[in-house]
């Protein structure tokens, strides 16, 4: 202890202390370093953002290290700031090669780009994604799921063609690009659970899509918890517009829209609720919302 208090000692108290200021400012070169350094420390994180921080931390050494070769003439002061540009450029060059690594195939590009993207998905986060996936083509006029027959055992995500969605031979509604095939299925089980589809699922044109086992895909979203915020939010809207989907194809009584936010749509629409019965509590409704 007294050995580190008499170093103080010597640093605070014997230290000589400046007596003499500089009354002229240091060039342009300096303070350029500065601003890059105080710029530079404002980057986010990712990939993108390393490359932000590292490229502007890497110009302020690159001038602190000509200001102190030029102006201050002091060689420990341009090898410290010399050396620190080297390293930031070395990272630099390293980040970018892995960002440049990254390539998809196009399937998955079309993905990113139309969808993720939009979102603010990071590549590596998206890479993730479609590791976990495989790409699948689905030939005209075959079926995806078969009501009542086929497992829900997977998440699939439409990239291009037409699915049509059908019930005991009726045809419900299309699912179109960047779409879920299946997503109410997947939103109605839990992890443990199993079950059937409801619907029929034919191509309507040459399709692809891209897929997702269910265990591996529940394994994935319990490791990253962005993912899994990410698969909630789309999967829900996808819900979302499938209902309003459905809600357009619904004509009661003089060919109006029945809303599907009004109360007890689902006990009224059961089959065995006469069609009378339905337009009167429907024209009941509009009545109470024109008051």
């Not at 605070?12 to 342009?28: D, F, L, S, Y």
């Not at 790409?135 to 990239?159: F, P, R």
């Not at 299946?182 to 309507?204: H, I, N, R, Y």
Request: neutral net charge.
């Amino acid at each position: 202890m007294e050995g580190n208090s008499s170093l103080w000692k010597n640093l605070i108290n014997e230290h000589p202390v400046c007596t003499i200021w500089k009354q002229e400012a240091e060039g342009a070169v300096y303070h350029l370093a500065s601003v890059l350094f105080v710029v530079g420390f404002m980057g986010g994180s990712g990939f993108f953002g390393l490359l932000y921080v590292f490229s502007l931390l890497g110009l302020g050494f690159l001038c602190s290290a000509i200001w102190a070769w030029v102006d201050v003439c002091a060689a420990d002061i341009f090898s410290w700031n010399f050396i620190l540009f080297v390293i930031c450029f070395i990272r630099f060059v390293h980040i970018a090669y892995q960002v440049h690594s990254i390539t998809f195939a196009r399937e998955f590009q079309l993905l990113y780009s139309s969808l993720f993207q939009p979102l603010g998905t990071s590549l590596p986060d998206f890479r993730t994604i479609a590791m976990s996936s495989e790409v699948v083509t689905l030939e005209k006029e075959h079926c995806y799921a078969m009501q009542g027959k086929t497992s829900i055992d997977k998440l699939s995500l439409l990239v291009s063609g037409r699915i049509r969605v059908t019930v005991d031979g009726e045809f419900l509604h299309y699912i179109f690009p960047f779409q879920f095939l299946d997503s109410p299925e997947w939103d109605s089980l839990k992890p443990t659970e199993e079950g059937t589809f409801q619907v029929t699922l034919t191509a309507e044109t040459d399709c692809r899509y891209v897929s997702w086992r269910r265990k591996k895909l529940y394994l994935l979203l319990a490791q990253h918890r962005y993912i899994s915020r990410l698969f909630s939010v789309l999967i829900g809207s996808d819900i979302a517009d499938k209902l309003y989907a459905l809600n357009d194809r619904v004509y009661i009584g003089k060919r109006y829209h029945y809303d599907i936010r009004l109360p007890n749509f689902l006990q009224m629409s059961s089959p065995e609720m006469s069609k009378s019965s339905l337009t009167e509590h429907f024209q009941n409704s509009r009545r109470y919302c024109d008051k």
